[in-house]
Nanobody, 117 residues
């Protein structure tokens, strides 16, 4: 079992920045991948950014150049730096990890990001 605790969401004006964090209950090197997803009201949950075990990253086209995913092994933390935020970035953001040994996915509880003037 893995616990993921997210933080860092909030209300920000368009053009602003937020940094999301996700603390895992065990070493991040036990995960095949770590990712951030988001879900707007009435919409499906979409992949925002992912970082693989080897460190390679990938982003949704809508956030490329604005968002940066990173990890800190010492703190067992996954982060998402979000710059130049737009109203369409408004959603609940979820942390996701996949176990290397079982391929079971785990989810955080979600953190609300609202971009509005």
């Amino acid at each position: 079992q893995v616990q993921l605790v997210e933080s860092g969401g909030g209300l920000v004006q368009p053009g602003g920045s937020l940094r999301l964090s996700c603390v895992a209950s065990r070493s991040i090197y036990t995960f095949a991948s770590m990712a951030w997803y988001r879900q707007a009201p009435g919409m499906q949950r979409d992949l925002v950014a992912t970082i693989a075990y080897g460190g390679s990253t990938d982003y949704a086209d809508s956030v490329k150049g604005r968002f940066t995913i990173s990890r800190d092994p010492d703190k067992q933390t996954l982060s998402l730096q979000m710059n130049s935020l737009k109203p369409e970035d408004t959603a609940v953001y979820f942390c996701n990890v996949v176990s290397r040994t079982t391929s079971i996915p785990y989810w955080g509880q979600g953190t609300q990001v609202t971009v509005s003037s």
